[in-house]
């Protein structure tokens, strides 16, 4: 059905490189085998079975195992792993929680101090370059002027010890705060909160997350949002 | 682990597991990290081994640490085309010698390139039958795929190599 092919068989026999491995390789081999010969003293050929568990435990849970210690060891690293992954959650539940009244708080402090915005300009290619040098990240500026949200600057908002970008739109006779700082890169979809009467809309894509305080409608600022991460798509 | 069983039935299989990684991978250095990366792995299933040649067995395994290296590094490209440039530059670099053995040199290279040119599947089943004496069974087991692939990949891959080295065949 399939017969070798004489000629071709023999070219590639005859001329085609057969590669050998080099003394180094050889030399590392032998380190090998003898290092596992030492780890394992008289196991000799009994069988034994090779699960996940074992192999992990022979690589890394020795230590422990000879000294009787597994289940102490076990029991530690378990609840180790256990805060470890509970802790990030559990942070992150708590900053929403905290951050909220604090973005409000620096939206009312702007709209009373008349500190709405420290560049005033609704052009994008000044605000952007503006935040250069003031926050260590580059966070995306967009205007949208046409569908109603009037770009009127940018300013600097202290949260949590950080310097956050935050850019103001003007929708009729409201103004829109949009706060903007890295993310931990997992995309969110928008987040309704209400705060003191405040519309909040919060989401995040892979490299910003963004916080949104406004008295507008909610219908509006959802609008707001949408368009925002339309834009930030199409980028 | 029994060591001097492994050593006996393993270790002569050292240059065939090689050879395998050094055509599978693109550096005489990846070919060792998988070399070493497979004896590692064939010490720890030794006892599954049974009676027998062990050098299929050995193979697979290699051919499986390869397959994982690519896959680590599956965005540079797999295959090596044929650099017609630098060969030529390898062949004027070679100086006058004997016309035999510059002959051989060319013939090597065009050899060579063509089984780079190959896509790994291809190549893989080439090496394992022409180099190592496979037979389609044992290939089989090797790539994890049915005789029947292993024998439509054969015939796939000679077609292309007939195709590139026409003018050489028959020399």
């Known amino acids: 059905m399939n017969p070798d092919d004489k000629a071709l068989s023999e070219l590639l026999r005859r001329h085609a490189t057969r590669h050998v491995a080099p003394p180094s390789l050889h030399a590392g081999v032998r380190t090998q085998v003898a290092l596992q010969a030492l780890r394992q003293p008289q196991e000799g050929a009994k069988s034994r079975r090779w699960t996940r568990w074992t192999r992990w435990r022979e690589r890394f849970g020795a230590r422990w195992a000879l000294a009787g210690w597994s289940g102490a060891g076990l029991g530690f690293g378990a609840g180790l792993l256990c805060a470890a992954l509970a802790l990030p959650l559990w942070q992150a539940g708590w900053q929403a929680w905290a951050l909220q009244p604090q973005l409000v708080a620096r939206h009312v402090h702007a709209l009373q101090a008349q500190a709405l915005v420290d560049v005033v300009s609704s052009d994008r290619h000044t605000v952007k370059p503006w935040f250069q040098g003031r926050v260590d990240y580059a966070p995306p500026v967009f205007d949208f002027a046409e569908q109603g949200f009037v770009l009127a600057g940018g300013r600097i908002e202290h949260l949590r010890g950080s310097a956050v970008a935050t850019l103001a739109y003007r929708r009729d006779r409201h103004v829109i705060d949009l706060y903007v700082w890295p993310a931990d890169g997992a995309p969110r979809t928008p987040e309704h909160h209400v705060e003191r009467g405040f519309n909040v809309v919060h989401w995040a894509d892979g490299a910003m997350q963004y916080w949104a305080v406004s008295d507008v409608e909610r219908a509006q600022l959802d609008q707001f949002a949408a368009l925002w991460r339309v834009r930030a798509a199409a980028q | ?171």
């Open chain 2, 1 to 171: 682990m029994n060591r001097p069983a492994f050593e006996h039935r393993v270790l002569p299989h050292l240059d065939a597991g090689y050879n395998l990684a050094r055509w599978l991978l693109r550096s005489d250095a990846q070919a060792e990290d998988a070399v070493q990366e497979a004896v590692l792995r064939a010490m720890r299933y030794f006892a599954s081994l049974r009676e027998g040649d062990a050098r299929p067995w050995f193979l697979g395994i290699v051919r499986n640490a390869c397959f994982s290296a690519m896959e680590r590094q599956r965005h540079a490209p797999e295959t090596l085309e044929f650099d017609e440039e630098g060969f030529a530059r390898d062949v004027a670099a070679a100086g006058p010698g004997p016309e035999g053995a510059l002959h051989e040199q060319q013939v090597r290279a065009r050899v060579d390139a063509a089984l780079r040119a190959l896509s790994p599947p291809l190549r893989e089943v080439v090496v394992l039958r022409e180099f190592e004496d496979l037979d389609y069974a044992a290939i089989a087991h090797i790539a994890g795929v049915p005789v029947g692939t292993v024998m439509s990949r054969l015939s796939r891959a000679r077609e292309k190599l007939r195709q590139a080295l026409a003018t050489l065949e028959g020399r």
